[in-house]
């Protein structure tokens, strides 16, 4: 029986030949590249984040993986605690030791590349009360790795989860983990909202004070769905990647360039920009120093006020009021 294949918005491909990945080889072997600069690490708020459940908190613990504090619950995304991945030694040390993490209760993968899903670190934040989140066609293997409860999810489709709504919405990417399971599973990101703003008792001018809406972008090449998304949903934070472009010819249609994350990012409207996915392994041939400049670059030339973009160390942590708003005024 035929296994289901998961594709992109428009049946974009992201397909790449042996020969091309020859062609990348030859090119890093004549490219130097100056690797010096590493993403500093913060030290982290433990025992502040292990007491709160009020505020909306958003710590970088490195690539991908954020640990976020909202409506009262503790969730990971796309956990990877791993020293290497592959031949790549990890680059600087993950901004809360694994074992240091407050109890988690929501697990968010995005898709299941191994520097997204990495099982032996979801082993360890797993415990009972966890919820594990994934895209469509991801349950029953990781069901089968132990993770009882997990829950899939399509595209545009919502869950709620106590007092979190959670949407899973597209990305331009794709997906294996063996050779005969590429695009088995699909890929996307996360959309976070209060389930129940009522909840949320009103201030003195009798409006109610909502926690920022969060999007977790995932993976993705640029497209037209973070237009759409922007459309959809009111975001107020978005975790966006900037790095793993280089070189362009080969990774445009998977991963955004600085440049396409900056725009990305005023796609969707939202006031806030977080940049990950750079300077925690070595995916590609960028660097962290080439990703951050390129993108701070680009939020000049769009005219774009400096506090809207948030640059965090490892282990920072970001708290973000419901009063506070980054949109320029």
């Given at each position: 029986?035929?296994r289901?294949?998961?594709?992109?918005?428009?049946?974009?491909?992201?397909?790449?030949t042996?020969k091309?990945l020859?062609?990348?080889?030859?090119?890093?072997?004549?490219k130097?590249?100056?690797?010096?600069y590493?993403?500093?690490?913060?030290?982290?708020?433990?025992?502040?984040?292990?007491g709160?459940?009020?505020?909306?908190t958003?710590?970088?613990?490195?690539?991908?993986?954020?640990?976020?504090?909202?409506?009262?619950?503790?969730i990971?995304t796309d956990?990877?605690?791993?020293?290497?991945?592959?031949?790549?030694k990890?680059?600087?040390?993950?901004?809360?030791?694994?074992?240091?993490v407050?109890?988690?209760?929501?697990?968010?993968?995005?898709?299941?590349?191994?520097?997204?899903?990495?099982?032996?670190?979801?082993?360890?934040?797993?415990?009972?009360?966890?919820?594990?989140?994934?895209?469509?066609?991801?349950?029953?293997?990781?069901?089968?790795?132990?993770?009882?409860?997990?829950?899939?999810?399509?595209?545009?489709?919502e869950q709620?989860?106590?007092?979190?709504?959670?949407?899973f919405?597209?990305?331009q990417?794709?997906?294996?983990?063996t050779?005969?399971?590429?695009?088995?599973s699909?890929?996307?990101?996360?959309?976070?909202e209060?389930s129940d703003?009522?909840?949320?008792p009103?201030?003195?001018?009798?409006?109610?004070?909502?926690?920022?809406?969060?999007?977790?972008?995932?993976?993705?090449?640029?497209?037209?769905?973070?237009?759409?998304?922007?459309?959809?949903?009111k975001v107020?934070?978005?975790m966006m990647?900037?790095g793993?472009?280089?070189?362009?010819?080969?990774?445009?249609?998977?991963?955004?360039n600085?440049?396409?994350?900056?725009?990305?990012?005023?796609d969707?409207g939202a006031?806030l920009?977080?940049?990950m996915?750079f300077?925690?392994?070595?995916?590609a041939?960028d660097t962290?120093?080439?990703?951050?400049?390129?993108?701070?670059?680009?939020?000049?030339?769009?005219?774009?006020?400096?506090?809207?973009?948030?640059?965090?160390?490892?282990?920072?942590t970001?708290?973000?009021?419901?009063?506070?708003r980054?949109?320029?005024?």
């Amino acid at each position: 029986m035929a296994r289901l294949r998961y594709n992109n918005v428009d049946n974009v491909s992201t397909d790449k030949t042996l020969k091309d990945l020859r062609q990348w080889r030859e090119e890093r072997r004549r490219k130097k590249k100056d690797y010096t600069y590493k993403v500093p690490n913060h030290p982290p708020q433990l025992e502040y984040l292990g007491g709160n459940r009020l505020e909306t908190t958003i710590t970088w613990i490195g690539h991908s993986t954020f640990f976020l504090q909202y409506e009262g619950l503790n969730i990971i995304t796309d956990p990877i605690w791993a020293r290497r991945l592959g031949f790549e030694k990890r680059i600087s040390e993950p901004g809360i030791a694994i074992q240091d993490v407050p109890p988690i209760d929501l697990i968010l993968i995005s898709h299941s590349h191994y520097d997204h899903l990495h099982l032996n670190s979801v082993r360890k934040l797993y415990r009972t009360g966890t919820t594990i989140v994934v895209p469509a066609g991801l349950k029953r293997k990781m069901q089968r790795r132990g993770f009882a409860n997990c829950l899939e999810m399509k595209w545009w489709e919502e869950q709620v989860l106590g007092p979190v709504k959670l949407s899973f919405v597209p990305t331009q990417h794709w997906t294996r983990r063996t050779p005969f399971d590429t695009n088995t599973s699909h890929w996307g990101g996360f959309v976070l909202e209060p389930s129940d703003p009522d909840q949320h008792p009103r201030g003195e001018d009798g409006k109610r004070k909502l926690p920022p809406n969060l999007y977790f972008a995932g993976d993705s090449g640029f497209f037209p769905g973070f237009k759409e998304i922007g459309s959809r949903y009111k975001v107020h934070v978005t975790m966006m990647p900037i790095g793993a472009y280089e070189p362009e010819w080969f990774m445009s249609s998977q991963h955004v360039n600085p440049e396409e994350a900056v725009q990305a990012f005023l796609d969707v409207g939202a006031e806030l920009m977080i940049p990950m996915h750079f300077g925690t392994f070595r995916l590609a041939d960028d660097t962290a120093r080439e990703a951050l400049d390129r993108m701070e670059a680009a939020r000049l030339a769009q005219g774009i006020s400096g506090e809207r973009i948030r640059t965090l160390a490892y282990g920072e942590t970001l708290i973000v009021h419901p009063e506070e708003r980054y949109a320029d005024k």
